[in-house]
């Protein structure tokens, strides 16, 4: 059995979003989001630490501030080459080994992160990237990676197109040739054509809010699983953003 060890997560967070501006910073329980998905991902078994990567555009200033006021790690760098950002944020920190997600995916599960670790470390020595997103078969908004700094420095070199700079890792799941992946595959694979628990637009804000209301007070560490059930019992939640399902993606270039 390999050890598992505690890794960082490089969260990518930014405020300009087109869709929805300062989404992450909006209110839930009387907490901005960010926090409360900073808040999710530290309940993970395996992740040592969360570091913010952030923008250097000054609309993201404000996440900064956020930064410091929360004692967290941060790294400012490229606004729109999300793979540069991983790539001088690792070398700066100094970080062999990390998992990564984006600050969209505020319902990240710890377990699920502390599932996707593992089979990482499970398979160290005869891989380069594991993720749950390649396919995806989780409900949308539990995307997690894991991926080390050899295999971010071969994408980081050979990656030339705009869309695999904005978006970090697609050149590595579209070259399996080049890279040995594995994926993290949830037993009803509909899961994701199904759900969408990502933040892009007002009604994934208004569905993710109803979700925390609902779970929040009574269990801060609530699972994909209790979702899940409250979503069966409860279908007119379901409804609040099930229009937007058409626009399910895997989230990569906040």
């Known amino acids: 059995m390999r050890t598992i060890k505690k890794i960082p997560l490089l969260l990518q967070a930014r405020m300009g979003s087109s869709r929805l501006p300062g989404k992450i ?34 609309t993201d200033d404000i996440l900064e501030r956020f930064a410091i006021d929360e004692k967290i790690k941060f790294f400012r760098g490229n606004e729109k080459n999300c793979l540069d950002r991983h790539y001088q944020a690792a070398k700066y920190f100094d970080i062999d080994t990390f998992a990564k997600t984006t600050s969209d995916c505020c319902l990240i599960d710890s377990r699920v992160i502390d599932e996707v670790i593992e089979l990482y470390f499970s398979n160290s020595s005869n891989c380069d990237y594991v993720s749950n997103i390649c396919p995806p078969t989780f409900p949308d908004g539990l ?14 070199e050979l990656a030339k197109s705009d869309f695999d700079k904005e978006h970090t890792t697609t050149f590595i799941r579209n070259n399996p040739n080049l890279f040995k992946i594995i994926n993290h595959e949830h037993s009803k694979s509909n899961l994701f054509k199904k759900h969408r628990w990502c933040l892009d637009f007002q009604d994934d804000y208004l569905f993710i809010k109803t979700i925390f209301e609902k779970l929040y007070q009574n269990n801060n560490n609530f699972s994909m699983q209790n979702i899940l059930e409250l979503l069966d019992n409860n279908q007119e939640i379901n409804m609040i953003n099930s229009h937007l399902l058409k626009h399910n993606t895997v989230h990569s270039s906040i």
Do not use: G, H, Y
């Open 25 to 58: 910073l909006l209110p839930v329980l009387d907490k901005q989001l960010l926090k409360l998905t900073i808040e999710r991902i530290n309940q993970s078994k395996f992740v040592e630490e969360v570091i913010l990567l952030i923008p250097d555009s000054s």
């Open 143 to 156: 995307d997690i990676e894991v991926l080390n700094f050899t295999t971010l420095t071969k994408t980081w």
